[in-house]
């Protein structure tokens, strides 16, 4: 018998996806001419967001801008934990922009906010769990902002080098199934084979009860989900990775972000949770 798992309400931020759109290309599953349907990310995002709201969790929303149809990405714009601010700087000049306007967001609902010296984009990169953030870099978040999120709050980070573009940023490789503050052990589910051989090996040490996913389910944003300890809001195309998590004791919840595939992105690049 599996464990009986025990969820934990969060707080979410999420941007409506009013502009969102695939306009150019900054990672492999995104290409200039891409056809989106409006009216499907549209009920595709709401659904999301419903999902959490059923189950909950707190969910508020950022204004979107005209000009940023990446934004929609909610998850890199920071890392929030223990109530502090570690703003982004992104990689690519189209989502610039997007540094200020949620830093103004964070500043209005009453966080300071510290911008980083360097390229770091946020929960895309930067993993709390079991006390320490785990932090890819590779191809946006480099090493030296590694340094500075553990300056700036104060705890361990340990750096994961990822080697496949098409796992671009840490939560398109890898999630947090348990984050052990609560007393459960923490627990990740993740894909092998976008890490470095030495980075996999570190995660095989931290985590040894890890559900390790196919590349199958994770070219399907299986591993770009979110869970509350309990439930798991993930890609019902990840089939494989879904029945591994009924299978481990959690209550996988399907939720379909195809549109937002064609961008590089799904559900969990459309959270950013705020711990405070
Ligand atoms: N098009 C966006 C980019 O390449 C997608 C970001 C997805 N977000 C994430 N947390 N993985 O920056």
Redesign the pocket.
């Known amino acids: 018998m599996p464990p009986s798992r025990v969820p934990r309400p969060r707080r979410y931020l999420v941007c409506e996806p009013r502009y969102f759109d695939?306009k150019y290309a900054?990672?492999p599953?995104?290409s200039e001419n891409t056809e989106v349907d409006q009216d499907l990310a549209r009920s595709q995002w709401n659904a999301l967001t419903d999902a959490y709201r059923a189950l909950g969790h707190k969910v508020e929303s950022v204004e979107p801008h005209a000009e940023l149809p990446?934004m929609v990405?909610a998850?890199?714009c920071a890392l929030v934990l223990d109530g502090k601010v570690f703003g982004s700087r992104?990689?690519?000049p189209q989502?610039r922009l997007e540094e200020e306007v949620y830093a103004a967001w964070f500043k209005v609902a009453g966080f300071e906010v510290h911008r980083p010296g360097s390229v770091c984009?946020?929960?895309?990169d930067l993993v709390p769990v079991g006390g320490r953030i785990l932090a890819g870099t590779g191809f946006?978040t480099t090493t030296e902002a590694h340094r500075e999120v553990q300056e700036f709050f104060g705890v361990p980070v340990t750096g994961l080098q990822l080697v496949d573009p098409y796992f671009?940023?840490l939560?398109?490789a890898l999630f947090v199934l348990d984050d052990g503050s609560d007393g459960q052990p923490a627990n990740i589910a993740y894909y092998p084979e976008a890490f470095s051989p030495g980075s996999l090996a570190v995660l095989r040490r931290l985590f040894p009860d890890a559900v390790v996913a196919t590349r199958e389910d994770a070219m399907a944003f299986g591993l770009?989900s979110v869970s509350d300890g309990r439930h798991v809001l993930v890609a019902p195309q990840a089939k494989g990775l879904v029945a591994q998590l009924a299978e481990h004791g959690y209550d996988p919840v399907p939720v379909d972000m195809s549109e937002f595939h064609k961008?590089?992105?799904?559900i969990?690049?459309c959270t950013q949770e705020i711990r405070a």
């Open positions: 695939v900054i990672n599953w995104m990446d990405f998850a890199n992104f990689h690519a989502r984009e946020g929960e895309g946006r671009y940023h939560d398109t770009n961008a590089g992105g799904g969990k690049c």
